[in-house]
């Protein structure tokens, strides 16, 4: 089955300890991103990735570094979590450049204390 | 920012069609039209695009108007299982951000 996976799907930590959220896709898809969801704010994008070793800043990258060594996998990582980064989180994938449309994962909900 | 435009909230009753409008009225020429929608909390799901034709999917159907300034997603039967929040997006092909916009949020009632 085709689909994009994210682990955990629920983490309540503090702030300052590093987490690593992971996403994984099983399409080999070139393109994948996250995005986070906040209340009133809709999904806005963190990070990109256009392929193996290609990443890119989105709209609110600040607080976050990714990293794309192998096509499938495109983890989220946050340094040094703080309250404010407390948002429900997407990965998401897509075939590459043209009209191709986005699968998402189902979601990290992070809480940060 | 998002470039559509879309009623908060629709109400339709189970068994028939669900017309969702969306407005875009500010389109480019090479921009296509997407439509995804987010069913409580889950990963938004992809439903159908189009350029300038009507689409159709076993999901939904897009009717895109001739100048290309509004369109309207339409689920011919929709089932409870229908209830969401859904976004429309336009999207240049090779740009892969999505911008969402706030969306309809749906409510499909016996």
């Known amino acids: 089955e085709a689909q994009v996976t994210q682990n955990p799907r629920y983490l309540i930590t503090v702030t300052g300890k590093k987490l690593t959220v992971t996403c994984s896709q099983n399409m080999n898809h070139e393109y994948m991103s996250w995005y986070r969801q906040d209340p009133g704010l809709g999904l806005r994008q963190i990070y990109y990735?256009?392929?193996?070793?290609?990443?890119d800043k989105g709209d609110v990258p600040e607080g976050y570094k990714v990293s794309r060594k192998e096509k499938r996998n495109f983890p989220l990582i946050l340094e040094s979590p703080s309250p404010n980064q407390t948002s429900l989180y997407f990965c998401a994938s897509s075939g590459g450049v043209g009209v191709y449309e986005q699968y998402f994962g189902p979601g990290t909900r992070l809480t940060v204390t | 920012d998002a470039k559509t435009t879309q009623p908060p909230s629709m109400d339709c009753a189970e068994g028939r069609a669900a017309n969702l409008p969306c407005n875009h009225s500010?389109?480019?020429?090479?921009?296509?039209v997407y439509w995804y929608r987010q069913i409580h909390s889950q990963g938004p799901q992809y439903i159908i695009h189009?350029?300038?034709n009507n689409e159709t999917n076993e999901m939904a159907s897009l009717i895109i108007t001739e100048d290309r300034k509004s369109s309207t997603l339409i689920l011919p039967h929709a089932t409870l299982r229908d209830t969401a929040v859904y976004y429309c997006i336009v999207r240049v092909p090779g740009f892969q951000k999505l911008v969402f916009g706030t969306g309809t949020r749906l409510l499909v009632s016996p």
């Open positions: 189009g350029l300038k």
């Open positions: 500010t389109i480019s020429g090479n921009e296509y």
């Open positions: 990735s256009m392929n193996v070793e290609v990443t």
